[in-house]
C-alpha cells in the first residue's frame, strides 16, 4: 500500500488531427494539479462532466499521456510506467466482464494471466467474495446479475490484486435508488476493511461527502479545494465550491452593504430584506460595498409571524415529511430555507427569519473567491 | 377544469394486469399525485387517462361523462412524457406551437405566438425558443416538455414523471420551481412519480400505488403520518422509516414493549389513552413499531436509557447526514448534522423516541394505531380543508 | 508512444489502403480503358493505343441501347416505388404493433433475400407464362419486389423502432390524427433512412440479372441483360459491351454517392432523453 503524490500536472489534448468546429484549441483539459493522497486514504475528485476528474484518473492509472508533471505512487515516479506496473485496481462505470466466464473466474483472471497458482487463487477468491457480498453468486454467469451485483464483482475484481492503489471512476452511476445507496455504504465499510489508498472519481456531491476522507473539487481542470467533508461544507474558498457542495445548495444572493463603520446591513435589490452583517466582517466592508452573500439553508432560523426578525412573505412551501423547506423571494432570486418546524404555511404567509451571521460567508463579485473576514 | 373518476379500471397487457380494479375520483382542480414504485402501473393510469390505451374492463369519466370510446385527440388533455417525447425535427418554437396549430385546437399565428412567449417567459426558457431538442441540456428539455403542455387550457393536465431523469440537484430545483408556477395552473392535474419528495411537496391528495393497485389515498400528512402498512411508511420518507419488531405485554393499564432483536430491551410505553384503547382492541401480542430516522436521539458517550450500539455507516444526504446504527440483527437509522467526526464501527448510544411510533401488525403489515391519532388526524383535516 | 513510430505506422497504413484501393479499382478502369479501344488493339495489354470514341457511337447511336436504359429505369425505379409504398406501412406495422407470429412475417420477407435466384426463376417462368405477364412490364416490377422489398423493410423498421413511441402519443394528446403523425412526425424523421434504403433497393434493382434474363422477352430487355448482346455469335465486341457496362454503372455510381450523404442516422436522437 502506498500514498499518491501528483505533482504540477498538466494535460492537454492534441487537437491538430481532427479540428472541430467550436472546440478551443490549446485548452488543458488539468492545468497545474496538485494531490496529496496519504496511505490508506480515501479521496474524491468531484466536479461536473468534463471538468477533468477522469482524465486525472486516467493519467493515474497510466491510460493517458501525461503532457507535463509528475505523478508518484509510494515513492516511485510512474509517469513512464505501464498500467500493470503500476501495482493498481482499477474500478470503472461500465462493469466490462467476460461474458462466458462465470463470477469465480472473472475474479479470478487477473490473477490467472499473472501465472499465480491454482491453490493461491482460489485461497484469494474466497478470502475476498465475503468481503464484497458474492460468495454465493461465484458460479453464477455475468449476465444472470443485477446492476448492483456486477459492480460488486467488478470491485472486487480491482481488489483482488492487492493494489497500492485503488481507482475508482462513477462506480455506482448505473445504479439508481436504493440500489446506489446500499452499494454507497458497502464501499465505505469495504475500503474501511481493507484500509487501500482510494481514488474516486464522481460527479455526485453526496457520494463524495459520504465516501471520502479528503475532497478534491475541480472546474475546467482546476482544482478549486482539497479538504475534508467538514472544511468544504463549512468553510468553501470561492463561490463555486460553496454552491456545488450541499443540497439544496447554498444561497448565494447579490447584495449592497449599507451603514456606517459599526454596523452594517446586507441589502437586496427589489426586495425590503435586510440582514445584519456579522461583527467579524467589519474590517472588510464599508458603506456602498458590493458582493455577494452565501448562506446555507439550514443555517436560517424561521419562526412564525409572532417571533422577531425581519418578516418575509411565503412563495413557496414544500412538506417533505422530516424537513419543511421554503422558499421566498429576494429580488429574482429564490431562496430556500430548511426547517424542522411543523408549521404548515402556505404560499403568501409571513414568517419572520434570522440569520445565523456566524454561517454567512462573502463572495467577490467579478472572480466569486471569498472574502474573508 | 374537469372532474376526472376511474371506476374499477382493469388493464391487461397479455397476460400481465397491469392495472387491477383501479378506482380514483379526482376532484377539479385538483393537483393529484400517483406515487408508487417503478413498475407499478401509475403510467398505466395516466395512459388510460389520456386515451392513449384502453382499459379492458371499468370506465373513465371525465365530468361524469363515460369517456372510453373518446380517442386521445379528442379528450382534451395535455400530457408530459417521462423522455419529454419531443418533436425533434422541429425547433422548440414550432414544438410548443403543435398543440395550438392541430386541426382541433387551431388557433391563430398571432395567438400562437403571443401564447408560447408567455409560457416561455413562465418557464424560463425565451432564449431557447430557436433551438432545436437535440442542441438542449436535459434540463432545458424538460422544460420544453412542459411547456408545450402548458400553451393549452386543457381538462386536465398529465405529467409522466416529468423530473425523473434529472440530475439530483436539479430535480430539487425544478420541483421547487414547479410547485411556484403550480398555483397558475388552475386545472386538475395528475402526476406520476416515484420520489417521494416530489409527492409530499406538490400533491394536493397522493394516491399510493402498487402492483396495479391504489393501495392508500390521502393528503401528504395523512399518509407520512399514518400509513395504512408498513410498505407506504418506508416508501414515504428518506432515510427509510425504522421497523422495529418486538413483543407488546400488558402491565395494568398501560404497556410494555420489549424488542425482538435486542436481548432484554423492554421499554415501558408512555401513556396515550386512544392508542391503548386501539391496542385493547386489537389484541396484539407481536406488533412492528415503526419509527421515523429524526426520532431517534444518539449520543456518542454513556447516557443512561440508551442502547449501546455501534456506527455501521456516517453518510451526507445533502444539508444533513445519515447514522446507520447496528445492534444485533438489527439496524437504525437516525439524522444528524454534516460534517461529524464519525469512525466507523466505533459505539453509539441510541434511544428510540416512542411517543412518535406507529403500530404496525406484524403479521398482516398493516397499521394498528399510532400516538397522537388524533392531533395527526386534525392535522390532515387541516390540510384538506 | 513516440512520434517517429507512429509515423512510420501511418505510412505503412496508408500504403496498405492504396495497394488495396488498386487491387478493387483495377477491373473498372481497365473497363474504361477497353471502352475507348478499338477492336484492333483489344487484346494487346500494353496502356498505349490510339483512343477511340467508335464504340460510343456504335452502342449509343446505332443500336436500341437508350430504350434498354429506359426499360432498366422503369421496372428498378417502378419496383423502388411499390416498395416504399407498400413498404412504408409494412415496416410501421413491424415496428409498432404487437400481433401473432410477427417476428416469424418479418423473418420470412428478409428470407426471400436468402435464396438464390435461379432456384425460384424457374417456377415463376412458368407461371408468368400462363398468368400472361411473361415479358411485361408489370411482371418484372412484381418479381423486383423479392429484392427491393426486404431491404427496404429492414431498414425503415429499425428507424421506426428508433423512434420513441411516445412522440406519437404526445402528437394524439395534442390533437393530431393517426395520419397528420405519420406524415407530419414520422416520416420526416425516417427520411435518411428510406432515402437511404431506397436508392440501394434501387441499385440492387438496376443491377439484377437473373430475374429478367428469364423473365424478360423482346418486350421488356433491361440493360443488364441487352449488354449481352454485344457479345455477337460471330465475334464478341469488348469494346463495346465495355461501353454498355460503363454508361449502365453510371446510375449505381452517381446513386452510391448520393447514398454517403443520407447515411447518417442523427436526426431522430436527441428528442427523448439522452
Known amino acids: 500500500m502506498a500514498g499518491l503524490t501528483i505533482k504540477h500536472l498538466y494535460k492537454r489534448y492534441d487537437n491538430s488531427g481532427k479540428k472541430k468546429k467550436g472546440a478551443k484549441l490549446n485548452d488543458y483539459a488539468v492545468q497545474d494539479l496538485n494531490l496529496e493522497c496519504g496511505q490508506g486514504e480515501f479521496i474524491a475528485l468531484l466536479g461536473p462532466s468534463g471538468c477533468g476528474k477522469t482524465t486525472t484518473l486516467r493519467m493515474t492509472a497510466g491510460l493517458e499521456t501525461i503532457t507535463k508533471g509528475e505523478i508518484y505512487i509510494g515513492d516511485t515516479l510512474v509517469n513512464d510506467l505501464h498500467p500493470k506496473d503500476r501495482h493498481i485496481g482499477l474500478a470503472f462505470e461500465d462493469y466490462a466482464m467476460y461474458p462466458p466466464l462465470t463470477v469465480y473466474d472473472n475474479i479470478a483472471f487477473n490473477l490467472k494471466a499473472k501465472g499465480v497458482d491454482k491453490a493461491e487463487i482460489d485461497k484469494r477468491v474466497r478470502e475476498i467474495a465475503p468481503l464484497m457480498q458474492c460468495d454465493d453468486l461465484l458460479d453464477k454467469m455475468p449476465v444472470k446479475l443485477s446492476g448492483g451485483q456486477k459492480q460488486r464483482v467488478n470491485i472486487a475484481r480491482a481488489i483482488i490484486r492487492r493494489p497500492e492503489l485503488l481507482l475508482m471512476d462513477e462506480p455506482l452511476s448505473h445504479l439508481d435508488g436504493k440500489a446506489r445507496q446500499a452499494m454507497r455504504t458497502e464501499i465505505k465499510r469495504l475500503i474501511n476493511d481493507i484500509k487501500c489508498t482510494t481514488v474516486y472519481v464522481t460527479h455526485d456531491q453526496l457520494e463524495a461527502m459520504s465516501l471520502a476522507d479528503k475532497i478534491a473539487i475541480i472546474n475546467f481542470g482546476v482544482l478549486q479545494q482539497f479538504g475534508t467533508p467538514a472544511e468544504v461544507y463549512d468553510d468553501p474558498v470561492n463561490e463555486f465550491v460553496a454552491s456545488f457542495i450541499g443540497e439544496p445548495p447554498m444561497n448565494i444572493l447579490e447584495t449592497t452593504i449599507i451603514g456606517d463603520g459599526d454596523h452594517f446591513l446586507f441589502t437586496f435589490e427589489g426586495s425590503d430584506l435586510q440582514i445584519k452583517v456579522p461583527e467579524r466582517y467589519n474590517n472588510v466592508v464599508s458603506n456602498g460595498f458590493k458582493c455577494k452573500m452565501g448562506v446555507r439553508p439550514m443555517d436560517v432560523l424561521v419562526g412564525g409571524p409572532d417571533s422577531h426578525g425581519m418578516p418575509e412573505k411565503v412563495d413557496t412551501f414544500e412538506n417533505l415529511g422530516d424537513e419543511r423547506r421554503i422558499g421566498i423571494r429576494v429580488g429574482n432570486t429564490l431562496m430556500m430555507l430548511i426547517t424542522d418546524d411543523e408549521t404548515r404555511y402556505k404560499a403568501g404567509d409571513i414568517i419572520k427569519l434570522e440569520v445565523r451571521g456566524e454561517k454567512t460567508h462573502l463572495f467577490d463579485i467579478e472572480t466569486g473567491n471569498r472574502i474573508r473576514e | 377544469m374537469a372532474r376526472i373518476q376511474l371506476e374499477n379500471v382493469t388493464k391487461r397487457f397479455g397476460k400481465v394486469t397491469a392495472l387491477d380494479g383501479v378506482s380514483l375520483d379526482i376532484k377539479d382542480k385538483e393537483f393529484f399525485v400517483l406515487f408508487g414504485p417503478a413498475g407499478a402501473g401509475k403510467t398505466t393510469i395516466l395512459n388510460c387517462i389520456a386515451g392513449i390505451q384502453l382499459p379492458e374492463e371499468g370506465v373513465v369519466k371525465f365530468d361524469g361523462e363515460v369517456v372510453n370510446l373518446v380517442d386521445a385527440a379528442h379528450r382534451d388533455t395535455a400530457m408530459v412524457f417521462e423522455n419529454y417525447a419531443l418533436y425533434p425535427q422541429m425547433t422548440v418554437y414550432d414544438n410548443m406551437a403543435s398543440p395550438l396549430r392541430s386541426k382541433l385546437y387551431k388557433k391563430d399565428e398571432e395567438f400562437i405566438k403571443k401564447k408560447v412567449h408567455e409560457v416561455a417567459e413562465m418557464m424560463k426558457m425565451e432564449n431557447l425558443l430557436e433551438r432545436l431538442p437535440s442542441q438542449l441540456s436535459n434540463g432545458q428539455k424538460q422544460r420544453v416538455a412542459m411547456g408545450r403542455a402548458l400553451v393549452r387550457s386543457p381538462r386536465v393536465y398529465l405529467m409522466d414523471e416529468p423530473l425523473a431523469h434529472l440530475d439530483a440537484k436539479l430535480r430539487n430545483s425544478m420541483r421547487t420551481e414547479l410547485k411556484s408556477i403550480q398555483a397558475n395552473f388552475g386545472t386538475t392535474s395528475i402526476y406520476v412519480t416515484h420520489d417521494f419528495m416530489e409527492a409530499m411537496s406538490l400533491g394536493d391528495r397522493i394516491a399510493i400505488v402498487n402492483k396495479g393497485k391504489i393501495v392508500q389515498i390521502g393528503t401528504s400528512d395523512e399518509i407520512y403520518y399514518m400509513p395504512c402498512n408498513e410498505f407506504v411508511a418506508q416508501l414515504m420518507g428518506d432515510p427509510e422509516i425504522n421497523i422495529v419488531g418486538g413483543r407488546l405485554e400488558k402491565t395494568g393499564a398501560g404497556y410494555a414493549f420489549s424488542l425482538n432483536d435486542v436481548e432484554g430491551r423492554t421499554y415501558q410505553l408512555p401513556e396515550d389513552k386512544d392508542l391503548f384503547a386501539a391496542l385493547d382492541e386489537a389484541g396484539l401480542t407481536d406488533v412492528e413499531l415503526g419509527i421515523r430516522p429524526q426520532n431517534v436521539k444518539y449520543s456518542f458517550d454513556p447516557v443512561e436509557d440508551y442502547t449501546k450500539c455501534t456506527v455501521y455507516s456516517y453518510e451526507s444526504i445533502g444539508n444533513k447526514s445519515v447514522i446507520v446504527a447496528e445492534i444485533g440483527n438489527l439496524q437504525l437509522r437516525m439524522i444528524a448534522p454534516n460534517g461529524l467526526a464519525v469512525k466507523i464501527d466505533q459505539d453509539i448510544y441510541v434511544k428510540l423516541e416512542l411517543d412518535h411510533a406507529i403500530f404496525f401488525n406484524m403479521e398482516t403489515k398493516e397499521y394498528v394505531s399510532r400516538y397522537n391519532e388524533a392531533a395527526v388526524k386534525a392535522l390532515a383535516a387541516e390540510q384538506e380543508g | ?274
Not at chain 3, 477497353?34 to 496502356?47: P, V
Not at chain 3, 429506359?70 to 409504398?85: E, K, R, T
Not at chain 3, 447514398?259 to 442523427?266: C, D, F
Request: charged share 10%; with cysteine.
Open chain 3, 1 to 274: 508512444m513516440n512520434t517517429a513510430s507512429k509515423r512510420l505506422g501511418r505510412i505503412v497504413q496508408n500504403g496498405l489502403l492504396i495497394i488495396y484501393a488498386m487491387f478493387a479499382l483495377f477491373p473498372l478502369i481497365w473497363m474504361l480503358i477497353l471502352s475507348i479501344k478499338s477492336d484492333a488493339e483489344m487484346y494487346t495489354t500494353t496502356f498505349i493505343f490510339s483512343p477511340t470514341l467508335d464504340n460510343y457511337k456504335a452502342v449509343l447511336l446505332e443500336s436500341d441501347y437508350l430504350q434498354y436504359m429506359l426499360d432498366s429505369l422503369i421496372v428498378a425505379g417502378g419496383a423502388v416505388i411499390v416498395s416504399v409504398v407498400a413498404g412504408v406501412p409494412a415496416a410501421y406495422a413491424l415496428a409498432r404493433y404487437n400481433f401473432k407470429k410477427k417476428e416469424d412475417i418479418a423473418f420470412q420477407i428478409l428470407s426471400f433475400k436468402f435464396a438464390p435466384e435461379i432456384l425460384v426463376v424457374l417456377p415463376l417462368f412458368m407461371i408468368y407464362q400462363m398468368l400472361g405477364i411473361y415479358d411485361s412490364y408489370f411482371g418484372l416490377i412484381w418479381v423486383y419486389q423479392l429484392i427491393s422489398m426486404p431491404l427496404l423493410i429492414w431498414v425503415v423498421r429499425g428507424y421506426f423502432e428508433d423512434i420513441s413511441v411516445e412522440i406519437e402519443y404526445a402528437a394524439q394528446v395534442d390533437g393530431y390524427s393517426w395520419y397528420q403523425i405519420f406524415f407530419k412526425n414520422l416520416i420526416p424523421l425516417i427520411k435518411p433512412g428510406l432515402v437511404s434504403a431506397a436508392l440501394l433497393a434501387f441499385i440492387f434493382a438496376w443491377n439484377c440479372f437473373t430475374f429478367p434474363l428469364m423473365l424478360g422477352g423482346t418486350n421488356v430487355q433491361p440493360i443488364t441483360v441487352a449488354i449481352t448482346k454485344f457479345l455477337g455469335t460471330d465475334s464478341a465486341h469488348y469494346g463495346q459491351l465495355a461501353v454498355a457496362a460503363t454508361i449502365s454503372a453510371l446510375p449505381a455510381i452517381i446513386f452510391a454517392l448520393c447514398i454517403q450523404k443520407h447515411l447518417v442516422r442523427g436526426l431522430s436522437f436527441g428528442a427523448v432523453k439522452g
